[in-house]
């Protein structure tokens, strides 16, 4: 099972920033580094033609640098809050780009369509992590976990949610009538309904169309 946890080599330095003790080779959002110490190299991590046509088309994407050597590192990321998820094998999680931070070179990840988002041409697209290690993630204020059961099936805004455990069933859910959408609604319309066994990682806060932009 994927859980939150401190994983080898990672750790919270405190609500701002990560920790990394190097000993190889890591990957980090480009331009999270805001200290170091030690033998370390930082370098822009490709992705490749497929990556960048992937990226073209569906907006998500991770522009990353591998560092490597021996040393400590220190990431951070426009002062938001930093946790990290334990990634174990056989478990996948999905991310929003924009809230990856750093994370171990032993995991992968590639660009993938939300299941069930029920948007023409498209829809909501995420990053896939597998393999076994920590993924360093952030976001505004604290998160929030939220466990799934078949019997309790967690409805979270689209613009909130940060990831999730890819054994969770994805679908739209509109819980507002036509007849109140018309009227000008209550602002929440629709929601991403997840349901199975697994957690959803969920910002405090909705993401701002200007904020949006920026990532």
């Known amino acids: 099972m994927v859980q939150p946890a401190v994983a080898p080599g990672m750790s919270v330095e405190n609500a701002?920033?990560?920790?990394?003790a190097v000993n190889g080779e890591m990957y980090a959002r480009q331009g999270a580094m805001v200290a170091y110490r030690g033998d370390l190299v930082f370098e822009r991590k490709g992705q490749?033609?497929?990556?960048?046509l992937k990226r073209a088309v569906t907006g998500e994407g991770l522009p990353l640098m591998a560092v490597r050597g021996q040393g400590e590192a220190w990431f951070a990321h426009e002062a938001q809050n930093c946790?990290?998820?334990d990634v174990e094998p056989g478990d996948h999680f999905t991310v929003n780009g924009r809230n990856v931070l750093c994370f171990d070179a032993s995991l992968s990840y590639e660009i993938k369509t939300v299941k069930g988002s029920g948007i023409a041409g498209g829809g909501l697209f995420n990053s896939v992590f597998t393999g076994q290690g920590g993924l360093g993630l952030v976001c505004d204020g604290n998160p929030l976990v939220i466990p799934v059961s078949e019997q309790a099936p967690v409805y979270v805004d689209t613009d909130a949610v940060v990831g999730w455990t890819t054994q969770l069933r994805t679908s739209l859910h509109r819980s507002q009538s036509i007849g109140s959408m018309l009227r000008g609604g209550s602002g929440e319309?629709?929601?991403l309904m997840l349901q199975g066994e697994g957690f959803v990682v969920v910002r405090p806060?909705?993401?701002t169309p200007q904020k949006s932009q920026q990532h």
Do not use: D, H
């Open 16 to 20: 701002k920033c990560i920790k990394y």
């Open 48 to 52: 490749g033609v497929g990556g960048m």
């Open 83 to 85: 946790f990290i998820v």
């Open 205 to 207: 806060s909705e993401l």
């Open 189 to 191: 319309a629709v929601q």
